[in-house]
């Protein structure tokens, strides 16, 4: 039996053996609540030809096979204050990976495991409980916190995994540090204003932005528009000074009708060397609800800014935060945007088939075609745009209220902007199988 698997079972036999010690509901009277929480995944992941066969000569290892476990415990609660309820939460995570993942991150490191506190923070909220909110509600918080905006192309992930901490491709921490953030909701309108502050890894680049979101629902036509502004100031870091950017994005999500919808985001950046990188993508779906396992199919693209290599500017679009919300949302193809490239420099077109043969399975089969915007990898001239072509095969299954079980296999036919950056020309090819419970 191969080690990746060995592991898969022994973090499978943790996690039955931590469901049995767990409560969610502490106490519950008087609007006074006290919840445990407990969340546990590991995935363990398997391929061939990792960076097209030259995985060893980009980043001197083997980064076909590796298994990674996250492990998420802490309270939340609440209680009545003047008029409405005041809230709390404090969790930590543990974060671990065995072998070296597609990432490169781990590559020589002798440690990467890491614990350390996730949500740790403060709030208060009108009206009286956590379920129920006045029409018109306001709610503050601050400290570490989850925030998301729209579909997360700007913002959803305040915190870095991988490298020391292990965990790259779970994702477990998400918050931003020491934030702070207001909203209003009244009838169809909310109104927020924030700021915002990154955790990155020992190499990575921490920085705060502030700024603020609005959104707006026409209820009868099924449409939602937002509008985002965001401020990231220059910003010294250890090597070097980090130039910020003001960044304007527009947003829309509309429901035609029950069948069809479309969504899409136009972000115009203003960096303060003098540049105007964009980004933006534009998406439609259309689902058979009365046919047999109510088929969606869809059609996205998205356009996102490099850097012109000819001039002494940065024209590249700057990524700011984003996370993961659904497959392709924001790392585009299970390998392309997990592991070699983000959401800069890239065009991208995807063409999604889902289908639901019952309420427990969902299966996706994606297919994206990934061009360059400008013909570098970071900053390497490559001669040509061509990425590649990607497939994504992913099966979710719900097993229960607690457990869930997902597996894909993907592959990545290398163009010829891959073959040049890394010298091989074979086809990456990936697995995962994820298992995950929670309380």
């Not at 299970?334 to 399975?361: A, C, W």
């Not at 902007?417 to 074979?426: C, F, I, L, M, V």
Request: aromatic content about 16%; charged content about 20%; glycine content about 12%.
């Amino acid at each position: 039996m191969k080690k990746s698997t060995l592991r898969l079972l022994l973090c499978l036999l943790i996690s039955v053996t931590m469901s049995a010690k767990a409560n969610t509901l502490l106490y519950d009277e008087d609007g006074r609540r006290l919840d445990f929480y407990l969340n546990f995944a590991t995935a363990t992941f398997f391929g061939d030809n990792a960076y097209f066969g030259e995985s060893e000569n980009v980043y001197g290892a083997n980064l076909d096979d590796w298994t990674e476990v996250a492990f998420e415990l802490g309270f939340s609660g609440e209680t009545p204050l003047g008029g409405g309820a005041l809230f709390s939460e404090v969790t930590g995570i543990y974060t671990q990976t065995w072998g070296d993942d597609a990432s490169g991150l781990t590559v020589g490191l002798s440690s990467t495991h890491e614990f350390d506190l996730e949500q740790a923070h403060l709030g208060w909220r009108s009206g009286n409980t956590f379920e129920s909110l006045d029409k018109d509600a306001l709610t503050i918080r601050y400290g570490h916190f989850d925030y998301l905006v729209g579909s997360g192309i700007l913002l959803a992930d305040g915190n870095s995994d991988g490298g020391e901490r292990g965990g790259w491709w779970l994702g477990a921490r998400r918050t931003f540090r020491n934030s702070f953030l207001a909203t209003l909701e009244s009838g169809e309108w909310k109104a927020e204003g924030f700021y915002l502050e990154n955790k990155a890894r020992f190499d990575g680049v921490e920085g705060h932005g502030y700024g603020a979101n609005f959104e707006y629902g026409f209820v009868e036509a099924g449409l939602n528009t937002g509008l985002l502004y965001i401020k990231i100031p220059n910003q010294t870091q250890s090597d070097g000074d980090f130039i910020g950017h003001h960044s304007w994005a527009l947003r829309a999500d509309w429901a035609s009708t029950p069948e069809l919808s479309f969504s899409g985001e136009y972000i115009y950046q203003s960096r303060y060397s003098g540049t105007h990188p964009k980004g933006w993508f534009l998406k439609g779906a259309y689902r058979w609800n009365d046919t047999g396992w109510t088929p969606e199919l869809s059609y996205r693209y998205a356009h996102f800014d490099g850097d012109d290599l000819s001039t002494n500017a940065n024209e590249e679009f700057a990524t700011i935060a984003y996370g993961f919300t659904d497959y392709g949302t924001w790392y585009q193809g299970e390998i392309t945007g997990n592991y070699p490239l983000g959401n800069n420099n890239l065009k991208s077109h995807m063409v999604r088939l889902q289908l639901f043969p019952n309420d427990k399975i969902t299966v996706n089969t994606i297919y994206y075609n990934f061009t360059l915007d400008q013909p570098n990898i970071f900053g390497d001239p490559v001669g040509t745009t061509d990425w590649g072509d990607e497939v994504n095969l992913m099966l979710d299954y719900s097993i229960n209220n607690h457990w869930s079980l997902s597996g894909v296999f993907s592959w990545l036919v290398p163009g010829e902007a891959a073959r040049n950056w890394t010298g091989g020309d074979k086809t990456w090819v990936y697995g995962m199988i994820y298992v995950s419970f929670s309380l």
